[in-house]
């Protein structure tokens, strides 16, 4: 059975950076775009990275996102990653990393906190 085991997160000051990994067993890692979402505190799940399967030659990032966000991965440790800068209060979240493959096949993390406060 598949699945993902995140780590890091935490709080971060405003202006701070954190770094989420996420280590993915037990399916076809390299197959899967790969994606971060996040869920704010009563709000809804919206994806904040996208990689696509294979190299990850393929990147997305929300405009919002663009320039402070880098999502990468390395195939061979089965790992997704995504680096964060410039954080700011709106930036907290509880943040899901997600494997979803054409077929329906897909795969979550369990959710990791950042807040961001002073």
């Known amino acids: 059975q598949g699945q993902f085991v995140e780590s890091g997160g935490g709080w971060v000051q405003p202006g701070g950076s954190a770094s989420l990994s996420c280590a993915g067993s037990g399916f076809a890692f390299s197959e899967f775009p790969m994606r971060w979402y996040r869920q704010p505190p009563g709000g809804g799940r919206e994806v904040v990275a996208e990689m696509s399967a294979g190299g990850g030659e393929m990147t997305y990032y929300p405009d919002a996102m663009k320039g402070r966000f880098t999502i990468s991965r390395d195939n061979a440790a089965k790992m997704v990653y995504l680096q964060m800068k410039s954080l700011n209060p709106d930036d907290t979240a509880v943040y899901y990393c997600?494997?979803?493959?054409?077929?329906?096949?897909?795969?979550w993390g369990q959710g990791i906190q950042v807040i961001v406060s002073s």
């Open positions: 997600n494997a979803r493959a054409l077929s329906g096949s897909e795969y």
